[in-house]
T-cell receptor
């Protein structure tokens, strides 16, 4: 199994540009999440999904959209990038059991100029 | 919501034992995780506690006291490769079981 994969690994955008961060998992996990990690802030939840067709907002959803058309894929869209969105983005997946841990992808390091 | 506190940085000597503390104030609780994160890499799972007491897994142990809102991660026989950040995370009860992360403790192991 590849686990959780993310593309791209690095990205530089100009303010106002849009892009999609890709996330896929091959473990048939129901739950998927997007986090951003900033120095001194810890991991913060952006959006999450409890199954195909079901998404909801996390702690910091503004400026981001998600969709979940399949169990495997959970892309994160930046509609109009801003310098405040410069961060490292992690996708994670887990089963729905109460003791199940999250498995994280390798991350996407995004810089917005 | 959840408020989670961990020390920002710690330094310990190779071969020694180190304890990383985590305190939390929560509106609900359904378990506490510890993750390890090496610089530039993704977090990886270390331990999960939902009941009070000590969970041991090789060189790593994790302790939980729900009444005190307190957990610690104990690392024994420290190795240089243990230099990493250690993230404490608390899970909410409820359907999705949202996890809130602390800011992490950066551990440096020195010879």
């Amino acid at each position: 199994n590849a686990g959780v994969t993310q593309t791209p690994k690095f990205q530089v955008l100009k303010t106002g540009q849009s892009m999609t961060l890709q996330c896929a998992q091959d473990m048939n996990h129901e739950y998927m999440s997007w986090y951003r990690q900033d120095p001194g802030m810890g991991l913060r939840l952006i959006h999450y999904s409890v199954g195909a067709g079901i998404t909801d907002q996390g702690e910091v959803p503004n400026g981001y959209n998600v969709s979940r058309s399949t169990t495997e894929d959970f892309p994160l869209r930046l509609l109009s990038a801003a310098p405040s969105q410069t961060s490292v983005y992690f996708c994670a997946s887990s089963r729905s059991g109460s003791t199940d841990t999250q498995y994280f992808g390798p991350g996407t390091r995004l810089t917005v100029l | 919501g959840q408020n989670i506190d961990q020390p920002t940085e710690m330094t310990a000597t190779e071969g020694a034992i180190v304890q990383i503390n985590c305190t939390y104030q929560t509106s609900g609780f359904n378990g506490l995780f510890w993750y390890q994160q090496h610089a530039g890499e993704a977090p990886t799972f270390l331990s999960y506690n939902v009941l009070d007491g000590l969970e041991e897994k090789g060189r790593f142990s994790s302790f939980l006291s729900r009444s005190k809102g307190y957990s610690y991660l104990l690392l024994k026989e420290l190795q240089m490769k243990d230099s990493a950040s250690y993230l404490c995370a608390v899970r909410d009860p409820g359907g999705y079981q949202k996890v809130t992360f602390g800011t992490g403790t950066k551990l440096q192991v020195i010879p």
